[in-house]
């Protein structure tokens, strides 16, 4: 077991049974009567009995709120304040589980310090008021919102997500352990970890890299590509530690730099069909790598100069069973004529297209949309 800073604001905790540290990673931020922001699959999983027990070794109060879907809506986020004030005063807040749990956690703390509603943060560095201080602690191999200070959260009635961004919404403490992963099945592994990979691949290219976010970018690539395949098997604790922290990597390479137009296509996937978001970015990428290649052909090199990026990431696609055409996904190719030209003009006004190495115009969204029914 390992720790580190990673920055100036961020204290990284790295290894097995890792989990073990939690109380002590807690007082250690003046924290007494804690917030735990999860989902019910954690707690069915047995990972939130292993939360409790550790912080039974210092007596902490703990008020657990589980009611968190995948890609959480404001509609959780509320839910999850109201439910704090309840359990009032609340002196910290542990997100635990996969991107969702961490993201609606750190929402959470948005309004329970600084009022309002999500929307009031959408952007960057919005927040007036101090945050309390707050724990992750990711239980998938992929997500990298541990090592970021947006949240990602979703309107309710529109399904637009909003990225609301402040340095003191960053965890202050980071917990990797691998052993949490043990439940993670297959299929889960192999959509979670594409999407570590993406954020690898679109980080290093983004408008906004720069020497540090790549240096971050190109060691979790090295990580997460020479890992991908054994972490599929639950048994593979070293590999899985292995993804973990690339995973991180690549989330600490975000916050230093941006992402591009496979995760701007993908929110759009997401919200019409329901489509997990791994899955969706996986569907967009390598046709985004393709489109790229003119601008950033170079750098995609950097990355693998043993072969084309593009057909890399599809074999990795292939090894973990995941699906390379929305048909796969059960959406029907009739519906394509209609339901194109809404995606691309929606994927047009995501976040993260401005950042894409190559502009895109919204034929150019349309294009990439094709490619996948």
Known sequence: MVSFDSDLSQRVIFGENSIEKLAESTVALGGSRVLIVTDPGIQEAGILKRAYSALNSENILRYVFTDVAPNPTTKHVEAAVQFAKVNAPID????????????????????LTNGG??????????????????????TTIGTGSEAQSFALIAQ???HIKMACG?????????????????????????????????????SYVSTKRNVMSQMYSLHAWKLLDANFELALDAKNLKARGKMLFGAYLAG????????????????????????????????????VIRFNKMVVGESYNELFSVGNLADKVETLMQTGNLPNTLQDCSVQHSVRSTDVPTLAKEASVQWTAQFNPRPLDIHDFVRLYEQIF
């Not at 589980?97 to 993201?103: I, R, T």
């Open 156 to 158: 309710e009635e529109t």
């Open 252 to 287: 600490v390479a975000i916050e230093n730099s941006m992402l591009g137009a496979a995760h701007a296509c993908a929110n759009p996937l997401t919200a019409k069909y329901g489509i997990t978001h791994g899955i969706a970015v996986a569907l967009m990428l390598p046709h």
């Open 92 to 111: 910290l807040i542990i997100g635990l589980g996969g991107g969702s749990a961490m993201d609606c956690a750190k929402g959470t703390n948005f309004l």
């Open 117 to 138: 509603k999500m929307e009031d943060y959408w952007g960057t560095n919005k927040a007036t008021q101090p945050m309390l201080p707050s724990i992750g602690i990711p």
């Open 166 to 202: 402040d340095k003191k919404a960053q965890f202050d403490t980071v917990i990797l352990d691998p052993t949490l992963t043990k439940t993670l099945p297959k299929s889960v592994a192999a959509a979670t970890s594409i999407d570590a990979i993406a954020h690898a691949i679109e």
